[in-house]
């Protein structure tokens, strides 16, 4: 990418390698504490954003230019330059911008914007700045100021994501108000990862049974078909390792009745290992059984905590509504 856009000298190019579409969001007070806490999460996932242990020159490089480590640079900035693909992680990272500014010191309305893939069209529409080719890249719409009014879309949107509950998540991802951004496409993916009122399954969880039905026994088939299926029917980027926690879940000691059977020399580790589909999996994946109601649930969604333990779980309706 830095090859790519080496034309743009004298500007200082940072990097933000959080997938925010992932685990648990709160509001953003301290931008170092913050990250430590999205850390946790990935740490705890089986993954990590900012591990300085076992990276290669490049990956260093990408380190020390983060956005969060460099906030000096942020704080300076005339313009604050924001490249997004169309995926649910970008376009979150929009969303935040002007508070994550605001908490490093700059100003939200100095920031420009760049979605990428604008002069392609919808039918090539582009992912991720992450996977953008060179040409994709060269070829990016100029930056634009953002207006009041998408500054204030941003603004809403980051509180619905980092709420305690879902209403002003569902309120903004319905609305049908015009607008040159792809965020609420992604605020729609975001109720998508709700469990359903019939199976109790997240769209991740219910993709992840269908391939092992389709695609199994061996793990990493299952893990590169979800891949590439969030990809191409849900708009994501989403990564193996979250992918296969997410699947590991599944067959957790804490469920009462396992969806999935993990076996191999090392399930923890997704090469070597095989995954089976219970019949309660089954069952639960044809709409006979909720696994909520058989496993109950602890996950984040964003800023909402989903916990059978205490009464806190929201059912998607197709309608993307929500029931208890």
């Keep these: 990418m830095r090859n790519a856009l080496r034309p743009h000298g004298g500007s200082e190019i940072l990097t933000f390698h959080d997938y925010l579409s992932e685990g648990p969001l709160a509001p953003i007070d301290d931008p170092s504490e913050w990250r430590a806490r999205r850390e946790e999460f990935w740490r705890f996932s089986g993954s990590t954003i900012d591990d300085d242990d076992g990276l290669d020159p490049n990956e260093r490089i990408e380190r020390d230019h983060d956005l969060i480590r460099r906030a000096a640079v942020v704080a300076d900035a005339e313009q604050v330059v924001v490249w997004a693909g169309s995926n649910s992680a970008e376009q979150i990272l929009v969303a935040a911008m002007p508070a994550l500014l ?18 392609f069209g919808d039918a090539t529409r582009v992912s991720s700045v992450a996977t953008a080719s060179a040409v994709e890249l060269v070829a990016h719409p100029a930056p634009r100021q953002l207006s009041s009014g998408e ?25 049908a108000t015009p607008s040159v951004f792809r965020l609420r496409a992604a605020l ?13 399954l997240g769209c991740y969880e219910e993709l992840l049974l269908r391939n092992v039905v389709n695609h199994g026994p061996k793990a990493v088939r299952v893990i590169a078909h979800s891949m590439v299926e ?14 296969f926690w997410r699947l590991r879940r599944l067959a957790a ?11 191999g020399a090392d399930p923890s580790q997704m090469r070597g290992t095989d995954v089976f589909l219970t019949e309660v999996g089954r069952r639960v994946l044809d709409g006979k059984a909720n696994h909520v109601h058989l496993n109950g649930i602890d996950d984040w969604v964003a800023g909402v ?7 806190r779980v929201w059912f998607r309706r197709e309608d993307l509504g929500f029931g208890r």
């Design 230 to 243: 969030g990809g191409d029917n849900l708009g994501e980027l989403v990564g193996d390792g979250w992918l």
């Design 102 to 119: 605001g908490a490093l010191g700059g100003c939200a309305e100095r920031l420009m914007f760049v979605q990428l893939g604008d002069r």
């Design 188 to 200: 729609r993916r975001q109720i998508l990862r709700y469990p359903d009122e019939k199976a109790g």
């Design 253 to 263: 000691p804490s469920c009462v009745e396992p969806l999935v059977t993990l076996a």
């Design 151 to 175: 500054l204030e879309l941003c603004r809403a949107a980051w509180r619905a994501l980092t709420a305690p509950e879902p209403d002003e998540l569902v309120r903004l991802a319905t609305d």
């Design 305 to 311: 905590h989903l916990s059978s333990k205490e009464r």
